[in-house]
């Protein structure tokens, strides 16, 4: 028989789904240079069969994020490539994510800059990635602004501004009906005097001048220290602009280390909130959970798992806060028993009901020992070691 919590965490786990960066599984480094992996994919045939990894063990990641410039290295003419390969290793191409900020002309922004030819292939680009989206039948195209400036005086903040609301509004223009323009912010990097879209209020007046599909998305790891993030996702929601996350935790700045690896309650807070709404409401928040992590030290595919298991282990833990209790308590500024709600649900152990999940529906138990037992490591290894590690890179 199912005690109460078991039946809620597997109800909240049937609802959760949680999307896998492309980029999670290539090698990346600091700026100060990279260590290459022996396993890391270096091709998006390659990508796509370590994301059909991490679906198959955990059963809840069926989208990967793409990155347009990294994934289709012939633009539109890949749609049918890209699609074929997920097809092959069971998964579904997600969000589309445009590149504005690795081209020579963005060197003084995309969309920001003072140069109209930067901002009309820019723009351009942001057309093709919108194309490229409704050819997979992707619905969001996530929206990362490199752009800023390093020096005071040396950029027209305002202008910037009425430049990045033309542009999104044309490229808005482009979507069709079902898809939705994801306007994330950053407060600094790479630019570190201001940049143009530096946090929620902005993004959230850009995305309302953009148009009715523009929505905000939130990466966890693009705010100051002990920003309370979970505010941020309540009054987005009760806006009805939240459209999405990038998951990753940070000590420090843009860290993109392993989601709850340093504040686990702070994930747990978020899901809280929208949680919250969502029984308040009595209805779903169409929310696009996604993974925005690129591991340099840990293993790819080891750490998305491990990621992955967090994300559901947190949203399982929230989806236990006695709302009525709560509301209660809150309504009557009964303080200890309203932060009770929280921390009680928060101290429960939930792998034992989402290893049962689990076991439901087919899956193996523990992931994470499938992985390693399973021989895909070592396989992939040796057939993409020697390339790998002779391509280490440098920091200049
Ligand atoms: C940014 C941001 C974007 C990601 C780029 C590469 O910091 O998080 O989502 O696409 O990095
Ligand atoms: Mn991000
Ligand atoms: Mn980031």
Known sequence: ???????????????????????????????????????????????????????????????????????????????????????????????????????????????????????????????????????????????????????????????????????LKAAHETLSAEQRMLVEYKPFEPAFYHTDIADWGMALLLARAAGKQAKVLVDTGHHYLSQNIEQIVAWLLAENMLGGFHFNDR???????????????????????????????????DIAYMIDQSHNLKGKIEAMIQTVNMAQELFAKASLVDYERLAAAQKVSDIVRAEGCLQDAFANDVRPAIREWRVSKGLPENPQDAFRQSGYLERIAGERGARNLSNAGSYA
Request: glycine share 8%.
């Open 251 to 285: 000590r420090y700045a843009d860290d993109d280390l392993t989601l709850g690896s340093i504040d686990p309650y702070q994930v747990f807070r978020i899901f809280h909130e929208i949680l919250f709404f969502e029984w308040e409401e009595g209805q779903r928040a």
């Open 1 to 167: 028989m199912q005690t109460q919590l078991t039946e809620k965490v597997f109800k909240a786990l049937e609802s959760f789904r949680i999307e896998i960066p492309s980029w999670g599984f290539a090698n990346t480094g600091t700026r100060f240079g990279k260590f290459m992996q022996p396993a890391a994919a270096g091709t998006i045939e390659e990508k796509f069969s370590d994301a059909g990894q991490v679906h198959s063990l955990t059963g809840v990641c069926p989208a990967v994020a793409l990155h347009v410039l990294w994934d289709f290295p012939h633009g539109l003419d890949s749609i049918h490539e890209v699609s074929a390969l997920a097809d092959k290793y069971g998964v579904r191409p997600g969000s589309i994510n445009p590149n504005l900020f690795q081209d020579q002309i963005y060197k003084h922004g995309s969309f920001g800059s003072p140069d109209a030819k930067a901002r009309d292939e820019a723009l351009e680009h942001a057309k093709d990635s919108i194309a490229i989206a409704r050819g997979l039948r992707s619905r969001d195209i996530s929206f990362w602004f490199a752009d800023g400036s390093n020096y005071p005086g040396s950029a027209n903040i305002r202008q910037r501004k009425k430049y990045f609301e033309e542009c």
